[in-house]
């Protein structure tokens, strides 16, 4: 009977130290290695005809894990929500333990003779940029209101987005204190970070203290059509309708390293335009920036220099 007893205590012990070694194991790598195998995807529609496509994995027993909504390119006239690269992207960030929704929105643009160009009118521009916010608004408060349901954490909100998306979500973030942005419903959402593949701003002084949060820049120094620094939208000469000033990525970076704010920003001195579509396969990069700044609330501003080898 002795001899039982502590065959079972041992068998017991050893049972327990495998489920507190892998909880450890799993703590420790969530939100930065992949941790699930297999996700499953659900669509919905938040506001009209537009739909989302929400990405998690069934059995998680976190039920308050951080929401990436992902925001697609494709210069406000194409672009899909469901493109191989997103869905690629959606499905590996979700493996690793985050809830992800890739949305649709308003092609403002599709359709339209005059382009988002050159001779695109720039007050066009503005009302583009803000149609789209106002999408991501929508689309964030019909997620946080089932927030329960889909089992993710409404105060810890982080927006992605390329080219045009980038654009998208930079200005969303960042524009809410201007006159144009501040209509819009931004009702109590706050996001906690934002990544931008290509992107660029309205205007940088309006980061500041109240508005900034960890980001997350990827850009080329060659883009000739979301500048890299400060420079003209597609680099449109002063007497052209579609000339605006726009600030891009190392503008953006400059002023959160001025706000004390964490950051990295990723340039190729000799990349151009295809870096909105690059860092989707960055996501190794893109989770432990999230996961040290943004979860584990670290301040930490870099700048990486990389080379894409096409």
Not at 149 to 162: T, Y
Not at 278 to 299: G, V
Request: charged fraction near 20%; glycine fraction near 6%.
């Amino acid at each position: 009977m002795n001899s039982l007893k502590l065959t079972v205590n041992k068998r017991f012990a050893l049972l327990f130290l495998v489920l507190l070694t892998t909880g450890m194991g799993y703590a420790q790598t969530r939100y930065e290695q992949k941790i699930f195998s297999e996700v499953k995807m659900k669509t919905y529609s938040y506001a009209d005809t537009l739909k989302l496509d929400f990405y998690s994995y069934k059995k998680d027993t976190v039920i308050k894990k951080p929401l990436l909504i992902l925001v697609h390119g494709g210069g406000f006239s194409g672009g899909k929500r469901d493109n191989p690269s997103e869905i690629k992207f959606c499905e590996d960030m979700a493996k690793r333990g985050y809830a992800v929704a890739s949305m649709s929105y308003r092609l403002v643009r599709k359709g339209n003779p005059l382009g988002f160009g050159c001779n695109c009118p720039a007050d066009q521009k503005i009302e583009t940029f803000v149609s789209v916010s106002r999408d991501i608004l929508k689309a964030t408060q019909y997620l946080v209101d089932k927030s329960d349901k889909l089992g993710f954490n409404p105060s810890n909100i982080i927006l992605v987005g390329s080219s045009a998306g980038a654009e998208a979500v930079l200005n969303t973030v960042f524009m809410k204190n201007e006159f144009a942005f501040k209509k819009l419903p931004y009702t109590s959402i706050k996001y906690t970070g934002v990544v931008s593949f290509a992107g660029a701003i309205v205007n940088a002084n309006y980061i500041t203290k109240k508005t900034a949060i960890p980001t997350m820049l990827f850009h080329g120094v060659k883009d000739n059509l979301v500048p890299y620094a400060t420079a003209p939208h597609h680099l449109c000469e002063e007497d052209k309708p579609g000339f605006i000033m726009l600030d891009g990525s190392y503008t953006i970076a400059q002023k959160l390293e001025a706000l004390d704010i964490a950051h990295t920003l990723v340039v190729d001195k000799e990349g151009t335009h295809n870096w909105a579509g690059i860092p989707y396969a960055y996501t190794d990069l893109i989770a432990k920036f999230i996961k040290q700044n943004i979860l584990d609330k670290k301040n930490i501003q870099s700048t990486i220099k990389v080379k894409h080898k096409s």
